[in-house]
T-cell receptor
Framework: KQEVTQIPAALSVPEGENLVLNCSFTDSAIYNLQWFRQDPGKGLTSLLL?????REQTSGRLNASLDKSSGRSTLYIAASQPGDSATYLC?????????FGGGTRLMVKP | DAGVIQSPRHEVTEMGQEVTLRCKPISGHNSLFWYRQTMMRGLELLIY????????DSGMPEDRFSAKMPNASFSTLKIQPSEPRDSAVYFCASSNRDTEAFFGQGTRLTVV
């Protein structure tokens, strides 16, 4: 059974810092990995999708990497802003169904 | 496209009542998922459909829960009878295979 773990569970940083969120998964036989953002009381917004054949994806200040062999993905956020404060979730697709990690709750302080 | 649309956004019901949650997936998507989110357990997959056919319902907690997808543009999740422990946010998501999954805004269910 696929298990997804995110570390840290919570993170507080001052504005402007670059930061890395971590995601690990137990079964490397995946189709893709997706990073989401969730604001309090809201749904999930897709940030980046990395196919199993890819090593990384970039969107603006966000960069996500994937190392299937080691079962790891990282989400790098450059020059963090208060508006980046949210919960970030990674999800692994191992057969047309997403398994989610517990999320990292990020607070960026002005 | 307006995205995945869920209704109602909020539902408060008494224990024992029937609850029906509704979802309209993104047009053209062939997979639909129902998730439940709680503080204690995070996001849990309840059931998913592919081309309107239920593929995996192993996440459905018990027989009180049922889901249908009568056509490509509509799905329901029904709880009968509801219990306080069913209180959670229920999300619907849709995708095509190997592409991004898009989530609705969720239905916050409170059973009192």
């Amino acid at each position: 059974k696929q298990e997804v773990t995110q570390i840290p569970a919570a993170l507080s940083v001052p504005e402007g810092e670059n930061l890395v969120l971590n995601c690990s998964f137990t079964d490397s036989a995946i189709y893709n990995l997706q990073w989401f953002r969730q604001d309090p009381g809201k749904g999930l917004t897709s940030l980046l999708l990395i196919q199993s054949s890819q090593r990384e994806q970039t969107s603006g200040r966000l960069n996500a990497s994937l190392d299937k062999s080691s079962g790891r993905s990282t989400l790098y956020i450059a020059a963090s802003q208060p508006g980046d404060s949210a919960t970030y979730l990674c999800a692994v697709d191992a057969g047309n169904m997403l398994t989610f990690g517990g999320g990292t709750r990020l607070m960026v302080k002005p | 496209d307006a995205g995945v649309i869920q209704s109602p956004r909020h539902e408060v019901t008494e224990m024992g009542q029937e609850v029906t949650l509704r979802c309209k997936p993104i047009s053209g998507h062939n997979s639909l998922f129902w998730y439940r989110q709680t503080m204690m357990r995070g996001l849990e997959l309840l059931i998913y459909f592919n081309n309107n056919v239920p593929i995996d319902d192993s996440g459905m907690p018990e027989d009180r829960f049922s889901a249908k997808m009568p056509n490509a543009s509509f799905s329901t999740l029904k709880i009968q009878p509801s219990e306080p422990r069913d209180s959670a946010v229920y999300f619907c998501a849709s995708s095509n295979r190997d592409t991004e999954a898009f989530f609705g805004q969720g239905t916050r269910l409170t059973v009192v």
